[in-house]
């Protein structure tokens, strides 16, 4: 983690917030709605990455029109345990939520729903979508394609996304297992802040332009995929099936071959596929049958023993967990530049800030 | 690769060869065929840890009676997209590959299927069954559990199996693109090799018992998740997805919990779970158009430009695809260590060997 400097707002009020700058961008009050929600919740679980900190580039390509704020998912049912959700070149957080709701409704029916969403944009942390599914009680896996940062195994040139892997599932008594991971070791923007900092990179995450692996943020210009220069081959292969998920299935051009998310043109649609699968645990066993099965295997991993020192084995999203709990009570924070980026925005909109909770 | 000191015999008449040996060993004909076809198969596209070296550890659990040879997969549909095939301690290979056709079926019908295997034993290569229904023009995806090997990340001590996950999908003019990885950098077969040979592991993939990374394959007790020290997360975070689609959907207690499937003891079933996903290209979009985007994926993957003095990159498979056609012409290798147990068997048995191609 890096250091903290900014200020804490509870996140009821953040997420009003967020929706008004949106809203205020060219969202309607639904596709605001759905965003805001989107990034909160990641912000509330510790991604800000992901999370409050991407209001801007959301308003920037709402206001420049690349992604049309007023579009409304659309969906269709090929064949019974399909869907697909078609954003319209619309928010990517709304239409990835719909496609989580259509996704229930079938596995429901029919125990397992596959849903393509097409013509979206950047969704934000795809962890936000399969863990709604699990706080309704429901297995899910999702991924997305991405702009292209991550060479191929033994290349040397940027051709896959971090094109994220998660899995969600509801457990016994607790918050849902949430894994929600890149398939290269690092995202883009760590290197991109360890240049600011002037910090080394740790080894073998990136290749410089000669395919070297690289510590030097400087010379890094691409990531390499999990598993770096022995095991690349692995991540490289997780990510292949990102691609074959999000491309073929949704009609979407794999990230290599479309233009950047990046500025400075912020006017014409950059279209992305995102893939959701939806399991519904009662249709294999019992519902209950299956949670305490889940149970079990989360209560063995945390009784692991640990290494000499360290806290010890945990399940995915545990960390998170923690930091939820502590972000409920003390707010969650909005780091200083971002801060000022939604207090600008808000202020030539003529939107009330949300109340502060503290500023550290 | 390790060095090769063997034998070579045409897939066909291995294949005959397994079957017989399994027959001999107990196995129905139907199941010593269905366990023949996936050895060979693997075998044929250079997966030996997982092909025809395995005839002797199937053996002992049929003649032992862990494994019901005469066992019939059962199959039900509790809901219109999910199966769950009942394996009844039967051979893992037939129940797998009965698992894929109940998948495809019905895929046919409602575009995607989950099918849990219950009740199974090792099926060898996961990577078997997902590219069956890839060869049949199915997308698929499918994991199983395995015993414990692998430490979780922090931990000192062998909790998950190597749990793999394949991926298999059609391709245009070729054979389908698959992807069989465990979610460990290497099997804990590689660091007994090393052992008898005396060589040091790769960094970053073991740890002694004090949790300790390790090259010593001697004081190496454990595998590590793929992504190592630093990013060992992932990978773990892959392992525990792999065990909530093995243990939860099936019924089976993760291996933790399980008896080891190593010996003395082969009279006792050791049940174990498997999952498979099969998606209908076609159901998403015009079977033509996604195996066409699916080409354009992997013919850029393929063109990307290579690390100086390396071949550059390739599509998953891509490797297995000219050992493959190697193999096809050559005959597949078999060690001399199995060569020489097979014989064993056989001449007990009173079966005729297949006829060796060449000794190199």
Redesign the interface.
């Known amino acids: 983690l890096e250091a903290f400097d900014g200020v804490r707002v509870r996140s009821g009020a953040l997420e009003a917030f967020a929706a008004a700058l949106l809203r205020d961008a060219g969202a309607s009050e639904t596709g605001a709605a759905g965003t805001a929600r989107a990034l909160v919740d990641a912000s509330s679980r510790g991604f800000d990455t992901h999370g409050i900190r991407l209001v801007p580039f959301y308003r920037d390509q709402l206001i420049g029109g690349r992604i049309d704020g007023k579009a409304s998912p659309t969906v269709t049912r090929?064949?019974?345990?399909?869907a697909?959700v078609d954003a319209h070149d619309g928010l990517g957080h709304p239409a990835s939520y719909r496609a989580i709701e259509e996704g229930i409704a079938i596995a429901d029916?029919?125990?397992?729903?596959?849903v393509?969403v097409t013509r979206s944009s950047h969704h934000g942390a795809t962890g936000c979508y399969t863990i709604a599914a699990a706080r309704a009680g429901y297995?899910a896996?999702g991924c997305t394609n991405a702009d292209p940062a991550v060479?191929?195994?033994?290349?040397?040139?940027a051709?896959f996304g971090t094109n994220p892997?998660s899995?969600a599932?509801p457990l016994p008594g607790e918050a849902p297992?949430v894994?929600d991971?890149a398939t290269s070791?690092i995202p883009m923007n760590r290197v991109l802040l360890r240049r600011d900092t002037g910090t080394k990179l740790?080894p073998d995450v990136a290749?410089d332009a000669?395919?070297?692996p690289t510590i030097d943020p400087h010379a890094a210009t691409t990531l390499v995929p999990?598993?770096?220069a022995?095991?690349g081959?692995?991540?490289?292969?997780?990510s292949?099936?990102v691609?074959?998920?999000c491309?073929?299935?949704?009609?979407m051009?794999?990230g290599?071959?479309r233009k950047s998310l990046g500025g400075p043109d912020f006017t014409t649609p950059v279209p992305i596929g995102h893939f959701f699968?939806v399991?519904?645990?009662g249709?294999?066993?019992s519902r209950e049958?299956?949670?305490a099965?889940?149970g079990?295997?989360v209560a063995?991993?945390r009784a692991?023993?640990?290494?000499?020192g360290?806290?010890?084995?945990?399940?995915?999203s545990d960390p998170e967990k923690r930091e939820a709990a502590d972000r409920a009570v003390r707010g969650v924070p909005v780091d200083r530049a971002t801060w000022g980026r939604l207090v600008a925005s808000a202020e030539a909109g003529g939107i009330a800030l949300p109340p502060v909770e503290a500023a550290g």
């Open positions: 090929p064949m019974p345990a399909v697909i029916t029919v125990g397992i729903a596959a393509a297995a896996l060479a191929p195994h033994g290349g040397i040139k051709f892997i899995f599932a297992l894994l991971m070791s740790p290749v000669a395919g070297e999990l598993g770096g022995a095991w081959y692995k991540g490289a292969g997780l292949v099936m691609e074959l998920l491309g073929p299935m949704t009609g051009v794999h290599f071959r699968l399991l519904k645990p249709a294999f066993r049958a299956w949670l099965m889940a079990d295997l063995d991993l692991q023993p640990a290494r000499h360290e806290a010890g084995p945990q399940a995915p």
